[in-house]
């Protein structure tokens, strides 16, 4: 509880000065109530980056080095180390005992994830066209240019966001975190980027927090005030219709007002109360409703950066404020009653190829298995159940910058992988044909290779690229666009 503290509403909000910029700046045109009925065909994307380069041959499409005349030489894995749960078509890389990276034992969570959500676990080859990480990354949001530029959270805004607050919210880093290159996307559809998932919540109110407030009519009286002395200044004259400009001015005094009377720095707050640490109670604010769910799901939500975007993404859906969300681990390292996050994230590779992915899908997935499971217990409108739990509704896709080497000194599980462009994806959705693997791989090379995206059936020396991979993510949300590769074999009732 270092992060947040003690005695006055300056020390509360340490830290959340990149937040509140942005939630100022961001030209977003909602002015509904947040929780205003839930459209009957409206879905929900949340992106997961693998940031630096998840291997698809890491986790759930693992080879056995007996099943190979090049096991010994392609990465790939002894039999106990493979694990597929009772029932499943799928299966992935296991550790039954703890494994030691950098003096901590890492703990897998590859083999849980499955046992609880893989009958909607779909696997899905792909070749990226870019070993750069900044390239590779926003590609994998854009398909590679496939729908205009458009970024699938930019999509997914413009076709389900109608009536939000902030359609999309993007808390990744780097190439995950770039507006797409469509300049016909309204303002209202770009992502807002959000710098402390942890601290969001209070920079959706201008004054809550504030000890001995003046009178609520004064506060809005100075508010006008300062309005006028803006476009009055010589800076406001000068830069009167400077679109920038335009766009704050718009957001402070459509936006800011809604957020407020929509009480989302309650509803978005995840800390408890916890009097002489995080001392909610003695600034007049409270925890969400959903904070006790939130703390269960992602115990570590204050201390890890991660847990907190992760808590935030189902609040932000939860509440009616987004529709799409992207979250991801840092590259900096996390030292949190063990290794959380390695150095570079899975770029670390490049130094211990195999535990660093190990360490890094097992946090990835962890982050996953919380959000899924609160979608999963939460239903989609308070005032109609009959609508269904959140997750009916829901894809979760797990976005890799690209793979990694496909060989490794004879027998040897130290070593380290550069980037290579042959992959795949992990899409979660009830929405999905779960429980299977789009494609295959070559067990004498460890190339994965494509499927028929009708029929399903692999189809090896084809490959799939970001484009096809963008148009099963858009053809399970309903999100139509010209040169769409419609994916009938994974999409149900396609």
Same mark, same amino acid.
């Given at each position: ?243 920038? =400009? ?11 007002? $809604? ?96 535990? $660093? ?35 009916? =509704? ?12 496909? $060989? ?87």
């Amino acid at each position: 509880m270092k992060r947040i503290l003690k005695s006055s509403r300056r020390s509360l909000l340490q830290g959340m000065g990149s937040a509140l910029a942005v939630a100022g700046a961001s030209s977003l045109i909602s002015t509904r109530a947040a929780r205003a009925q839930v459209p009957v065909d409206r879905k929900f994307l949340f992106v997961i980056a693998a940031t630096g380069g998840g291997s698809i041959i890491d986790s759930f499409l693992p080879i056995v080095d007996s099943e190979s005349p090049n096991g010994a030489t392609i990465v790939a894995f002894p039999n106990q180390l493979v694990a597929q749960p009772n029932g499943s078509n799928l299966r992935c890389v296991h550790s039954p005992f703890p494994i030691e990276l950098g003096g901590f034992n890492i703990v897998g969570h590859l083999l849980p994830f499955l046992q609880r959500h893989g009958s909607d676990v779909a696997v899905m080859t792909q070749e990226c066209t870019s070993v750069n990480h900044l390239i590779a990354q926003k590609r994998s949001l854009t398909g590679a240019g496939i729908n205009g530029g458009r970024t699938l959270l930019e999509a997914a805004a413009m076709a389900h966001g109608n009536g939000l607050l902030m359609p999309a919210v993007n808390m990744c880093e780097s190439g995950y975190l770039e507006p797409g290159d469509d300049v016909s996307v309204p303002d209202s559809a770009r992502a807002v980027a959000v710098a402390d998932a942890l601290l969001f919540a209070f920079a959706t109110d201008g004054v809550r927090g504030l000890q001995n407030l003046p009178q609520r009519s004064l506060i809005d009286r100075a508010r006008r005030i300062r309005n006028r002395v803006d476009d009055d200044s010589v800076f406001g004259i000068t830069f009167r219709d400077a679109p920038l =400009r335009r766009s704050f001015i718009d957001a402070r005094t459509r936006l800011a007002p $809604t957020m407020e009377a929509n009480d989302l720095i309650t509803k978005l707050t995840m800390v408890a109360n916890v009097p002489g640490s995080i001392p909610l109670d003695d600034f007049d604010l409270s925890s969400s409703p959903d904070g006790e769910k939130v703390r269960a799901a992602f115990p570590s939500l204050t201390s890890d950066p991660f847990e907190a975007q992760g808590a935030l993404a189902f609040l932000l859906a939860r509440h009616g404020v987004s529709c799409a969300v992207a979250l991801s681990p840092s590259f900096n390292p996390l030292l949190d009653d063990g290794l959380k996050n390695t150095p570079l994230a899975f770029d670390f590779s490049h130094t211990n190829h195999t535990l $660093t992915q190990y360490a890094m899908w097992s946090r990835v997935l962890r982050c996953a298995d919380g959000l899924i499971t609160l979608l999963k217990g939460q239903d989609v409108d308070d005032d109609d159940p009959a609508q269904g739990k959140m997750w009916n =509704r829901s894809l979760v896709y797990i976005a890799t910058d690209f793979g990694r080497d496909k $060989t490794r000194p004879a027998n040897s599980f130290e070593f380290g992988s550069g980037h290579h462009l042959n992959n795949g994806n992990i899409l979660i959705s009830p929405l999905l044909n779960g429980n299977r693997v789009y494609g295959g791989v070559d067990v004498n090379t460890a190339l994965t290779f494509g499927f028929d995206p009708v029929t399903g059936i692999a189809a090896p020396g084809s490959l799939m690229r970001e484009g096809e991979v963008y148009s099963a993510v858009a053809h399970a949300l309903g999100i139509d666009f010209d040169g769409r590769v419609d994916m009938p074999c994974m999409v149900k009732n396609a």
